[in-house]
């Protein structure tokens, strides 16, 4: 399982979307995507870079986008920013830690980790 986050990788090197859209409006904890937990976040992510928009989507749930294997992975081959400092943020209104939640991870949540 822990292969799922290399394999993103390697994929996104040869293939990575040309914008991200991520439907925050409601997340999923716990056991998601079929037997999760709703939670309100009320929001959405858009960006061009796809390692800073799932990056960015992963620290509002609470986790660290720095384990994420396959962020870190594109993050360390220059395929997308982890680093908030150097991004443009619009829309928020105050804070980003205002928005920021501590989703329950889904079980297969430390197969996603860093090797």
């Known amino acids: 399982k822990r292969a799922l986050g290399r394999i993103l990788f390697y994929l996104a090197k040869i293939i990575s979307p040309d914008l991200s859209v991520l439907d925050a409006f409601e997340g999923m904890e716990g056991d998601g995507p079929s037997f999760g937990e709703p939670v309100k976040m009320n929001l959405a992510i ?15 749930m609470g986790f660290n986008p720095q384990k994420i294997n396959y962020l870190r992975l594109c993050a360390e081959n ?17 804070d980003l830690e205002k928005y920021r939640q501590n989703f329950r991870p889904n079980p297969q949540y430390p197969f996603s980790l860093k090797d």
């Open 78 to 94: 220059q395929l997308g920013e982890q680093d908030f400092s150097q991004l443009k943020i619009v829309g928020l209104r105050g």
């Open 46 to 60: 858009v960006g061009f870079d796809f390692v800073a928009v799932d990056s960015l989507g992963v620290y509002l």
